[in-house]
């Protein structure tokens, strides 16, 4: 059953030291409050797994959080490269960054499988890349039926899972609307969840498009009202496309980023992350 | 009285003939100019074309701008790519001789010397539809011998891949169109932009390119096209900002 806690205790009690954190969303939902917590949790060691890493997991390895990355495309979209995780990449800078490199399919459908509970996935694609003979997790298969050559891509099975959502209720059930990602399948693959929402509410109302999380799906619910910025979180705040390209200038430079991540994240306390027990006595726990 | 075509407009166009003939698939283009080239496809020659925003909507044409038609989530992306009905045009760091193309690293995969974004899609999309590339500056270090991580899949490893819908259409710079009409799909030069020679184009390609004795010169936009992208799809000029 899902618990209802303050963002720091959840990461507290998810996110360990040389974890497999995978942190989703897509272009929207983006839990930028959560990674920020982990950041000030100073975590060391962390696999990070996202299909499209941006600005959050920049943040994350420049601050030295992470040792290896899983992914298919890592970018600051609309902008163009992540300078952090470029530094890393390249220069070691402030830590050496491993590679596990994968197609956007080959990511949702090893999320897929992990959310299953199969070793693998089969799919079409990686034959005749450069990944097929390098890349890990990814082996040739012969289809039982026909003998079709196919790859086998081994399943995600994340330490964590971090989403964000716009609502949850007070048996921590969660619902996410509008534009979403492999967000059910990161946190069904993981054995452990956290969930940071806009805003905790009596009841769920079924909204078109939404996805339903059941609270015995998840690990740990926590309001984190703004918890998606510079993202967004649909019905509650607009996308903040001028901090997007301010990050280009914010994190070309090592010491501005080192600037900007003192004043803005280590020296700062979870926004809107109230302890939901406190402020609602009546609040399941 | 029309201003002359800019070179951003004469490539949006070329980036547009990909989709030509391709009926009701799913165009999905990467980047500022073959999003304008698809909306402009959808809206003159190829009005059947389903139109990603590069989120997860369909767009359809409404007047002066675009209304959301459909609902594409990403995961729904990935079960409709493997019939072959979508053609995207992506972008590409490095082309070689048979359209392989690599978007991931420039040097050696485990310390690169420019981290690149990362395969993306480019691995599925080749081996599962047509593909087509734009490329903003046509170069020696785009057009190369051989890429540093075959990210989307070329002609020559295609049916070792075992690929059943894979189509490399055009390749559109801001030079000239390409294409692999030729026996062994070795990339062909289709026609030049207007004012490019055909040697500028040889000069700036790093590998032999199959070169007609005729070669054309890209079609000029038409007077509607024209008024469509000005007016309609890009009147902020973003457009030529891409190719400044």
Redesign the interface.
């Known amino acids: 059953m899902a618990e209802i806690v303050s963002l720091a205790e959840a990461i507290e009690r998810t996110v360990n030291d040389g974890d497999t954190v995978a942190m989703e969303g897509f272009t929207h939902l983006i839990p930028h409050a959560a990674g920020h917590e982990v950041i000030r949790q100073r975590r060391r060691r962390l696999i990070l797994v996202r299909m499209t890493p941006d600005i959050i997991y920049d943040q994350m390895i420049g601050a030295g959080c992470a040792s290896k990355l899983v992914f298919s495309w890592g970018g600051n979209p609309g902008v163009g490269s992540l300078h952090r995780f470029r530094d890393a990449v390249e220069n070691s800078w402030p830590a050496p960054l491993e590679l596990e490199e994968h197609s956007h399919a080959g990511m949702a459908n090893r999320y897929v499988a992990g959310a299953s509970g199969l070793p693998f996935a089969v799919l079409r694609g990686y034959r005749g890349t450069g990944l097929a003979s390098r890349g890990a997790g990814i082996a040739d298969i012969s289809c039982p039926f026909t003998g079709e050559k196919l790859t086998a891509v081994s399943a995600l099975r994340p330490d964590v899972a971090v989403i964000h959502a716009q609502q949850a209720d007070l048996a921590g059930n969660v619902q996410l609307w509008g534009i979403t990602g492999v967000q059910k399948e990161a946190v069904l693959a993981a054995q452990r969840s956290v969930v940071t929402v806009e805003e905790i509410v009596d009841t769920l109302e079924p909204r078109p498009g939404g996805i339903v999380l059941p609270g015995w799906a998840i690990s740990y619910v926590a309001e984190a009202k703004g918890g998606a910025h510079p993202s967004y979180a649909l019905g509650y705040s607009v996308r903040d496309n001028d901090f997007y390209l301010a990050w280009d200038q914010i994190s070309r430079d090592r010491a501005t980023f080192s600037r900007w991540l003192d004043e803005h994240v280590l020296g700062a306390t979870p926004s809107g992350a109230r302890q939901v027990s406190s402020a609602r006595p009546g609040a399941v726990r | 009285m029309t201003a002359e075509p800019t070179l951003a407009e004469i490539c949006v166009v070329a980036c547009a003939e990909a989709w030509r003939g391709d009926g009701a698939v799913l165009a999905s283009p990467a980047g500022l100019i073959p999003a304008l080239a698809a909306r402009l496809a959808q809206r003159t020659f190829e009005p059947g074309l389903l139109v990603t925003d590069g989120?997860?909507g369909l767009l359809a044409p409404a007047g002066d701008g675009s209304v959301t038609e459909g609902?594409l989530?990403?995961?729904q992306v990935?079960t409709s790519?493997?019939s072959g009905r979508r053609h995207m045009m992506m972008g590409a760091a490095q082309l070689d001789r048979y359209g392989n193309q690599?978007i991931?690293c420039i040097g050696a995969?485990a310390?690169?010397?420019?981290?690149?974004?990362?395969?993306?899609?480019?691995?599925?999309n080749?081996?599962?539809h047509p593909v087509s590339y734009w490329v903003p500056r046509h170069s020696r270090r785009v057009f190369v011998p051989r890429v540093d991580?075959?990210?989307?899949?070329g002609y020559d490893?295609?049916a070792?891949?075992?690929?059943?819908y894979h189509g490399l259409r055009i390749v559109v710079s801001n030079l000239a169109v390409l294409d692999f009409g030729t026996p062994d799909h070795a990339m062909r030069l289709r026609s030049v932009h207007p004012g490019v020679a055909v040697d500028d184009v040889v000069a700036a390609t790093g590998f032999e390119l199959a070169v007609p004795a005729q070669v054309p010169v890209t079609r000029l936009p038409t007077a509607q096209e024209l008024a469509l992208l000005r007016t309609v799809l890009d009147p902020d000029g973003l457009r030529d900002r891409e190719l400044g």
């Open positions: 989120e997860a609902w989530p990403y995961r990935f790519v493997a690599n991931s995969w310390r690169p010397k420019a981290q690149l974004l990362g395969v993306r899609g480019a691995p599925g080749t081996v599962n991580l075959v990210s989307g899949v490893r295609a070792a891949a075992g690929a059943r």
